[in-house]
């Protein structure tokens, strides 16, 4: 098992150090994946296994799971017993978490004042997120 924290790849460079820097981009993918979706539920990603068992690509996929506490992120190919354990990801880059629960309203919606009276439009504006992160 891989146990890495995502804390430790900060700087990694791709040119001085190309493996780093491939283990770091995964790691980074999984955790992109594992905070898209709420705690506690398996996501079954398309991102593909980075083991090339008879120098072949694993044909497996990854599992992934998210908890809160400890804030770890378990990970497994679905075809081979490739694993891991992610910590250090909260508040990177790569934590797409949205900055509320997921029991809440995915927007701020406020019913603005009618300007026209006569047109029967309501207009809404909506908040926008407070946090946006790419991957
Ligand atoms: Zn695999």
Redesign the pocket.
Known sequence: MLIADLSHFEGADPDRHPAAWRLAEYLRAIVCGATSIPTDRRLNSGLR?R?RPGRQP???YLQIVRQEEPPHIHWW?G??D?AGLISGWQHSAWDLRPPRSFDEPLLGVDLLPEEDSGSGDRRFESSPPSQFNSC
Request: proline content about 0%; some cysteine.
């Open positions: 296994c083991r694993c044909a497996g190919c075809n081979c490739d």
